[in-house]
């Protein structure tokens, strides 16, 4: 059984939730998955714009595209794309509350770890230089996946944590203004939050993992679900490019966060690596994360994007029972 050792301080940080509608799914649209995490700042396009188009599908009932809201000039075109006469009263437009919560792939990951951001001391021209050039990079992902939900008729809105007041004491969080998210649930918009470079009260910066901004969110927000998309099916035993990997489809979570695998039974322990290069934790932070939202009776899945297996998570089809033909990971609370 592994412990989850995060003490992210993510359950207790606000005494008042200020979310008043029901949040449908959060969503935790992975870095690696949008991105191609080997090519510097490459956004992986057609993955993209499939999840947008699942996203779509799984937030609006109408059957009927809604008008596409990214009325900016696209690379390569000459015009800006805007027809008023389409929205009219236009019904389709009406989205599930939905949060939207993604990681950075290949942007921002260089930035940060080349400078030390991570590790903090801002007093360092090198550090102040690697924030910036950090911030940078990840809100300019922010923006085009703003712009890809948008053009599936999304009215997504993108909200940077250090912007909206996110703050860390010793790299965990110590404060949250979530105020501007449920303001912006409540006004009908999809939020689009993204991991970030923040100040740190104790070494002065640090870096806000996409997943540590989830459980924050799903503790207070109170989710029916939760979806991490991300560019392999689940979590595994082991790293996916090994040929015996086995493909972990529940993990159960206890009260004090500590979780075990339910389905396959394993002979062997788990190994979870985290890349040179991510500063954020990789899978090892993805599944503590995950843990600390299951064990409050949330519902995590943890599956591939862009396919069959990530539509019906995103619909909610999993929450009764999971078919066996599912792939995916399904961590949820001991029952």
Request: aromatic share 6%.
């Amino acid at each position: 059984m592994e412990k989850n050792k995060n003490q992210s301080q993510t359950l207790t940080s606000s005494p008042l939730s200020p979310f008043t509608q029901s949040i449908r799914c959060i969503v935790k649209l992975g870095g690696a998955a949008v991105t191609c995490k080997n090519e510097l700042e490459m956004i992986n396009d057609e993955i993209l714009q499939k999840v947008s188009e699942q996203l779509r599908q799984a937030m609006i009932a109408s059957s009927e595209k809604p008008p596409g809201m990214d009325w900016s000039k696209r690379p390569g075109g000459s015009e800006i794309c805007c027809n008023p006469e389409e929205f009219g009263d236009h019904s389709a437009m009406e989205c599930s509350p939905f949060i939207v919560v993604h990681g950075a792939g290949s942007f921002g990951h260089f930035q940060a770890s080349k400078s030390g951001v991570h590790k903090g001391q801002l007093n360092k021209p090198l550090v102040k230089g690697g924030f910036v050039a950090t911030r940078i990079s990840v809100t300019t992902l922010n923006l085009e996946i703003v712009r890809a939900l948008a053009r599936e008729g999304i009215p997504s809105i993108g909200m940077s944590p250090f912007s909206c007041g996110w703050f860390t004491r010793e790299r965990h969080i110590s404060s949250a203004d979530l105020s501007s998210v449920a303001k912006a649930i409540d006004s009908g918009f999809t939020p689009v939050l993204h991991g970030d470079a923040v100040l740190d009260e104790i070494q002065g910066c640090t870096i806000l993992s996409g997943d540590v901004i989830i459980s924050h969110l799903a503790a207070y927000s109170k989710p029916k679900y939760v979806v991490f998309l991300t560019d392999v099916y689940g979590v595994y035993d082991r790293p996916p490019t090994e040929p015996d990997a086995i493909l972990l489809k529940e993990i159960a979570v206890a009260g004090d966060g500590s979780w075990s695998v339910v389905k396959p039974k394993l002979q062997n322990s788990i190994e979870l690596t985290v890349a040179a290069h991510d500063t954020t934790g990789g899978m090892k932070t993805k599944i503590s994360e995950a843990a600390m939202i299951a064990k409050h009776g949330i519902d995590v899945y943890i599956v591939k994007a862009a396919t069959s297996h990530s539509l019906r998570a995103l619909n909610g089809d999993l929450r009764s029972s999971i078919p066996d033909d599912w792939l995916g990971t399904v961590v949820q609370s001991l029952k």
